[in-house]
């Protein structure tokens, strides 16, 4: 994709700005309604989940301890495997979200959450909820877009490394909590220069990623495995064998969010004073969806609905599934793209757009169209627009 | 001993590591959710009824609970609808009971969630939240001479406390009740047969059943002529409190007179209002369309912030006190004093005089 400024025809250039915040009305009352709406069946299912999750972990590791057994290896690794990606997708991710303040229960809260992962919550709760959230797809503001390592959009500057990122794409799926807290840390930007890497700010940030991982490593990697006395061996490779399945398994769910075809990109300028409603077209366009079963949507995390996750990134996740309908309807009203498609298509998608941007552009692709300038706005993307669509100027 | 203080240390640091990221309570509290000292919970033990609109709630605190005072309160939470809300009960158990539990005995108050919750819904076996208990509507050491108390409706609970705890020390006691009947009383019969035995003078006041209405410090001048020569202890609605505590400045013994609200008077404003945060110790007076990160940033307060939209909940902090609206959808958060409510500063804004700790 080449950012939505640049294209020869843009996907929103029949909407007015009126129609801009129009969408952004509708999306507020559809959010509001949600919101008002929550409660006891909402809390029973978040702890439903957290409990089955528990008692899989606990139990797989049970099995674990007797894991020479092949039998035993088998069932204890695949338990684990699903229990840790659980806890990260649907319970980890989405509490850190704040989707679940609203139970003002300090054991499920977005300030209190530690996961399964290398990366500690605070950290991962900046890059994501904050820069990914906040700036989705926009080139230079949303490190998401190839995570700093690698190009994927035709507007990110090709330069020779970049040949090799099929390659770093694949390593970084199996590692990819380490690359994540790798990310959360900003380790390039923070350890090209001397006065970064010697900055307090960082060296604590470093301290902490390091004790975390210590905590994992010592956990998966010599505790377990020394409870399961001779099984040792056996129980490091289920447990590096568990952190794998997942790692893969987040990766790819990940990379179908906004990699796939039909996915915008956006320029630094075009965000420069953004209202509420072009925020949200912004989402509505930054996201892809991934069609499938109820199961896929719970091991997912719920980022089967990226576009609903991206429009509401605190609304409970078990309702997504129940605005989808109302999105897509929205989507077709105002003439846009609603991108989704099964796993294994938009995984095949996202990777051949890793493959194809390892190359430098070609043919249309290589053409760089000069973006219009937008006169500076000082909309905030907190303040609603009213209804009727008229006034949206900030003060 | 101190060896195995150590080796039990060591081995739960083990178990630490075998549960990280999160800690062993939190599997141990599905199985024995009063163990957990860190979070004080309590278990239902039984449920009595009062009357038509009170339950009497018999608690089996956890560990972590530390012996009450006659006449203090206790914090209890309970989840209404998903969302935990904590409210504040006068304990009327006394503090020496063999068994350990505690009782405290709520009034469904009409509109009010927790009250109506704990009245209606609440049942054996449930496990409800906690808090330590505190209150400064004690009892002295030495027993008064003579004491009175002035009650209404439920007022009447932290001095059943006090009643129950400390009656055999006491030899000239006198309660001015006020309900809006007979039957609303509650402990009515635990109050007549006190008054029977002799051991209480009560004066029963009924609102609905006279047209005499509200009691007024005259009427209890005329039922209790010594009145300023009692150590007097109050409970019950705000402007009776409010009243009391005039008439017995204007008797020049203000001090003999001693006061427990239930409900701190909180101001909720259409917007605006004044937000102190408690940290920093700054002051700013908002006029509820600007977020209150916004204000404080302006007064120089240091705030963490992120994405200044609501999304990415870096800027959370606690509401100790007071009434805050959600510019986004309106909703109204209120916290009492001893709350801790997390609220999002970048989209909300004050809705009357409120406490933000930052």
Known sequence: ?395 | MAVIRTLGAGAWRVVELITTPVVPADYLDVIAPLRNAQVLRAKVEAVRPETANSVTLVLRPGRGWVRHEPGQYVRVGVDVDGVRLWRSYSITSPPWRSDGRITITVNAVPGGAVSTELVRNVKRGMILHLDVPTGEFLLDETRPEKALFVTAGSGITPVMGMLRSALHEMTDVVLVHSARTHEAVVFGSELRTLAAEGRIRLIERHTRASDSGRLKPADIAELVPDLFERQTWACGPNEMLDDLETHWADGGVAERLRTERFRPTLLTSGGGGTVTFSKSGTVVETDGTEPILDSGETAGVLMKSGCRMGICFSCVLPLREGAVRDLRDGTLTVAEPGDNIPIQPCVTAAAGPCTIEG
Request: contains cysteine; proline residues 6%.
């Open chain 1, 1 to 395: 994709m080449t950012t939505i400024q640049r294209k020869k025809t843009s996907p929103i250039a029949h909407l007015t700005p009126e129609d801009i915040e129009q969408i952004g009305i509708e999306l507020d009352a559809i959010r509001d309604e949600v919101m008002a709406s929550r409660g006891a069946k909402d809390a029973a299912y978040i702890r439903r989940v957290i409990a089955w999750q528990r008692g899989l972990e606990l139990s797989s590791r049970g099995i674990l301890l007797f894991s020479l057994f092949p039998p035993a290896w088998l069932v204890g690794t695949a338990g684990l495997s699903i229990a840790k990606i659980l806890e990260n997708m649907e319970i980890g991710h989405n509490i850190m979200h704040g989707q679940w303040d609203f139970l003002r229960d300090p054991k499920i809260h977005s300030t209190k959450w530690e996961w399964d992962n290398a990366s500690p919550s605070d950290q991962w709760k900046h890059s994501h909820n904050e820069l990914h959230h906040t700036y989705t797809n926009v080139i230079g503001r949303d490190n998401d877009l190839g995570y700093g390592i690698m190009r994927v959009d035709e507007d990110q500057k090709w330069i020779p490394l970049y040949l090799g990122q099929p390659l770093w794409n694949f390593v970084n799926a199996c590692f990819f909590e380490y690359g994540i807290a790798a990310y959360d840390l900003e380790l390039g930007k923070n350890l090209a220069t001397k006065k970064r890497r010697q900055d307090p700010g960082f060296k604590a940030r470093l301290k902490q990623t390091r004790r975390k991982i210590g905590k994992q490593v010592l956990k998966d990697y010599i505790v377990h495995p020394a409870l399961s006395g001779p099984s040792f061996l056996h129980t490091i490779a289920a447990n590096a064998v568990a952190n794998l399945v997942r790692n893969l398994w987040t990766h790819s769910v990940i990379m179908c969010g906004h990699f796939p075809n039909g996915v915008e990109t956006f320029e630094k300028t075009s965000i420069e004073g953004e209202t509420r409603g072009e925020w949200y077209l912004r989402q509505m366009l930054g996201s892809a969806n991934i069609s499938g079963s109820k199961a896929m949507h719970l091991m997912t995390g719920n980022l089967s609905h990226q576009i609903e996750h991206h429009l509401f990134p605190d609304m409970p996740s078990n309702r997504y599934h129940q605005v989808a309908p109302k999105i897509k309807d929205l989507f077709q009203r105002y003439g846009l793209t609603y991108t989704t498609g099964p796993l294994p298509k938009q995984v095949a998608s996202a990777w051949w757009k890793v493959i194809r941007l390892s190359f430098p552009n070609r043919g249309e692709a290589a053409i760089r169209r000069p973006i219009e300038k937008k006169a500076p706005a000082t909309a905030t993307r907190w303040r609603r627009a009213e209804a009727p669509a008229t006034e949206t100027v900030a003060p």
